[in-house]
T-cell receptor, first 115, second 113 residues
Framework: NAGVTQTPKFRILKIGQSMTLQCAQDMNHNYMYWYRQDPGMGLKLIYYSVGAGITDKGEVPNGYNVSRSTTEDFPLRLELAAPSQTSVYFC??????????????FGPGTRLTVL | AQSVTQLDSQVPVFEEAPVELRCNYSSSVSVYLFWYVQYPNQGLQLLLKYLSGSTLVESINGFEAEFNKSQTSFHLRKPSVHISDTAEYFCAVRTGGSYIPTFGRGTSLIVHP
C-alpha cells in the first residue's frame, strides 16, 4: 500500500492564480480530510469528506473548494491564490475500526508559497 | 465543543534525560486519544493511541502515555530520549460519535547532545 499520496510536493503561485492539490489513498478509507499547518498554530481543518459525493466545511474553508467523486481521491482547489494561503497542506484519511474511530493516516504534505 | 491544550510549545532536553509532554483536553463524553509525531519536512504519523481498556499505552520506540480521566489528561513520557526523538508532537482527541479530531497546537521536542 502506498497509503496517502499528495502531489505536488512544492509549488509557488502568483497572487490570483489557481491550482489543485491532489490527494489519493489506497486503503479504502471512507473519511478524508484536508488540513493546513502554519508555524505554531497546529493543524486547521479546511474540508472533510465522509464518503464519495459527500463533503463538508471545516474550520477554515474560505478560499478553497473540494470534490470527492471517488473513494480514493480528494482534490483541494484554490481558485484565487492569496498570500494568506501560503502554508503546508496535509491530506489525511481514516476509517472505523469496529465500533471505534481509528487514527488518521497523513500524506507527506504540499508546501505552497503565494507571492 | 472539545478542546486540546498542549501547555508547552517547546521542550528542550538533553540526550538520555527523561521527558514529559503534557496534553489536557476538555470533554465530558467518552474520548479517543492520540499522539502523533512529525519529523522535519514530513507528515504526521501515529505514535500511540488510547481507544479503551488499559489506561497506559505504549509505542514501539519507548514512549508511553497514560489516560487520566479525572484530570482529563493524556501526557506523553519517555524515560530516556535520543537525538532522533527531536520532532513536533501533537495530541489529538476525538469524542465518541465524531470522526473529526481536535488537535493541540503541538510541542516541539528538541534533544541536545
Amino acid at each position: 500500500n502506498a497509503g496517502v499520496t499528495q502531489t505536488p510536493k512544492f509549488r509557488i503561485l502568483k497572487i490570483g492564480q489557481s491550482m489543485t492539490l491532489q490527494c489519493a489513498q489506497d486503503m479504502n478509507h471512507n473519511y478524508m480530510y484536508w488540513y493546513r499547518q502554519d508555524p505554531g498554530m497546529g493543524l486547521k481543518l479546511i474540508y472533510y469528506s465522509v464518503g464519495a459525493g459527500i463533503t463538508d466545511k471545516g474550520e477554515v474553508p474560505n478560499g478553497y473548494n473540494v470534490s470527492r467523486s471517488t473513494t480514493e481521491d480528494f482534490p483541494l482547489r484554490l481558485e484565487l491564490a492569496a498570500p494568506s494561503q501560503t502554508s503546508v497542506y496535509f491530506c489525511a484519511s481514516s476509517t472505523l475500526a469496529g465500533s471505534s474511530y481509528n487514527e488518521q493516516f497523513f500524506g507527506p504534505g504540499t508546501r505552497l508559497t503565494v507571492l | 465543543a472539545q478542546s486540546v491544550t498542549q501547555l508547552d510549545s517547546q521542550v528542550p532536553v538533553f540526550e538520555e534525560a527523561p521527558v514529559e509532554l503534557r496534553c489536557n483536553y476538555s470533554s465530558s463524553v467518552s474520548v479517543y486519544l492520540f499522539w502523533y509525531v512529525q519529523y522535519p519536512n514530513q507528515g504526521l504519523q501515529l505514535l500511540l493511541k488510547y481507544l479503551s481498556g488499559s489506561t497506559l499505552v505504549e509505542s514501539i520506540n519507548g514512549f508511553e502515555a497514560e489516560f487520566n480521566k479525572s484530570q482529563t489528561s493524556f501526557h506523553l513520557r519517555k524515560p530516556s530520549v535520543h537525538i532522533s526523538d527531536t520532532a513536533e508532537y501533537f495530541c489529538a482527541v476525538r469524542t465518541g460519535g465524531s470522526y473529526i479530531p481536535t488537535f493541540g497546537r503541538g510541542t516541539s521536542l528538541i534533544v541536545h547532545p
